[in-house]
C-alpha cells in the first residue's frame, strides 16, 4: 500500500512563493511515477507537473518556468517549487503515484494512489 501526505500550502499574494512537500511510504517508492495535480472550484482536476522514475520532469504550459518538481529518493519525498505566484494557481493541490505506469503522465485517471491534499491561496 502507498500512502501519501502532502504539506506547505499556504495563502501568498501575487509574486510570492511557495514549496509543497508529499511525504510517500510504501514498499515500492523506487518503482512509482510521481505527479502534482490540482483542483480550483467548480473546475476538473488538471495535471501540473510530473516526474519520471529516472527524475525526468514534465510540466503543464501554464506553470512551465514557474514551478518546478523534484524528489528526493533518500528522504522519499516529492517537491513542487512555486514561483512567480498568480491568483489563478488558487486550488487544492495534491500529489499522486502510480506503479503501472510506462511514463508519468499528468492525466489524474492514470493515478491509483492520491495524498488529501493541501490548499493554495494566492491574493491579487
Known amino acids: 500500500q502507498v500512502r501519501l501526505v502532502e504539506s506547505g500550502g499556504g495563502s501568498v499574494q501575487a509574486g510570492g512563493s511557495l514549496k509543497l512537500s508529499c511525504s510517500v511510504s510504501g514498499p515500492v517508492y523506487n518503482r512509482l511515477c510521481t505527479a502534482w495535480f490540482r483542483q480550483a472550484p467548480g473546475k476538473e482536476r488538471e495535471g501540473v507537473a510530473s516526474v519520471e522514475r529516472d527524475g525526468a520532469p514534465r510540466y503543464a504550459d501554464s506553470v512551465k518556468g514557474r514551478f518546478t518538481i523534484s524528489k528526493d529518493n533518500a528522504k522519499n519525498t516529492l517537491y513542487l517549487q512555486m514561483n512567480s505566484l498568480k491568483p489563478e494557481d488558487t486550488a487544492m493541490y495534491y500529489c499522486?503515484?502510480?506503479?503501472?505506469?510506462?511514463?508519468?503522465?499528468?492525466?489524474?485517471?492514470?493515478?491509483?494512489?492520491w495524498g488529501q491534499g493541501t490548499q493554495v491561496t494566492v491574493s491579487s
Open positions: 499522486a503515484a502510480e506503479t503501472y505506469l510506462g511514463i508519468a503522465t499528468m492525466t489524474p485517471y492514470d493515478y491509483r494512489y
